[in-house]
């Protein structure tokens, strides 16, 4: 079945630091991609997504690239922020053929803190 | 716009019980989808309702069922609790009609559930 691999966390960075989670995805056929954020106490809000190769998905200074070849969806941040401190989760959308029904796969997830 | 609010927010019960959580989604979305959230397993699909019917279950035991109502409300039923099943269930809603393209979903804050 289809699967998402990100990174191990938590991360800790300082703040104005570069920020890369790595993704990486199983899938049959050509899902969607997408990057999920939670804040403490939160459900999840979608930060970011791509819907074929080579589309690149941008939101609040983060961006992430649909590397077919790779099979990857890299989130990268170029100064992240203390602001930005959370859980961070991509994910794939599976489709189940002839229903029209969509599900989403997602990786662990990983827990990032920026610090002062 | 009001997003998906599920109640409610905090709940404890003990092995054995069963436990009814309900999710009210976004105006106008028909879709709704739940999901496991826990430590070990990470986010897990459960079901997606469509219209009152069930288009897609994930790979759950029997004691996990949901339903949804004319007014797409949903809920979900968890017979003989487990301690286990404690976790964060989170709902999402989506206009996702049948066929087409992933349409996105929309996150609730989710339901503590703690089996003691």
């Known amino acids: 079945g289809n699967s998402v691999t990100q990174m191990e966390g938590p991360v800790t960075l300082s703040e104005e630091a570069f920020l890369t989670i790595n993704c990486t995805y199983t899938?049959?056929?050509?899902?969607?991609l997408f990057w999920y954020v939670q804040y403490p106490g939160e459900g999840l809000q979608l930060l970011l997504k791509a819907t074929k190769a080579d589309d690149k998905g941008s939101n609040k200074g983060f961006e992430a690239t649909y590397r077919k070849e790779t099979t990857s969806f890299h989130l990268e941040k170029g100064s992240v922020q203390v602001s930005d401190s959370a859980v961070y989760f991509c994910a794939l959308s599976d489709s189940l053929p002839g229903a029209g029904s969509y599900q989403l796969t997602f990786g662990k997830g990983t827990k990032l803190s920026v610090i002062p | 716009k009001a997003g998906v609010t599920q109640t409610p927010r905090y709940l404890i019960k003990t092995r054995g019980q069963q436990v009814t959580l309900s999710c009210s989604p976004i105006s106008g979305h028909r879709s709704v989808s739940w999901y496991q959230q826990t430590p070990g397993q990470g986010l897990q699909f459960l079901f997606e309702y469509f219209s009152e019917t069930q288009r897609n279950k994930g790979n759950f035991p029997g004691r996990f069922s949901g339903r949804q109502f004319s007014n797409s409300r949903s809920e979900m039923n968890v017979s003989t609790l487990e301690l286990g099943d404690s976790a964060l269930y989170l709902c999402?809603?989506?206009?996702?009609?049948?066929?087409?393209?992933?349409?996105?979903?929309?996150f609730g804050p989710g339901t503590r559930l703690t089996v003691l």
């Open positions: 999402a809603s989506s206009l996702q009609p049948s066929g087409g393209e992933y349409n996105e979903q929309f």
């Open positions: 899938a049959t056929g050509y899902p969607s």
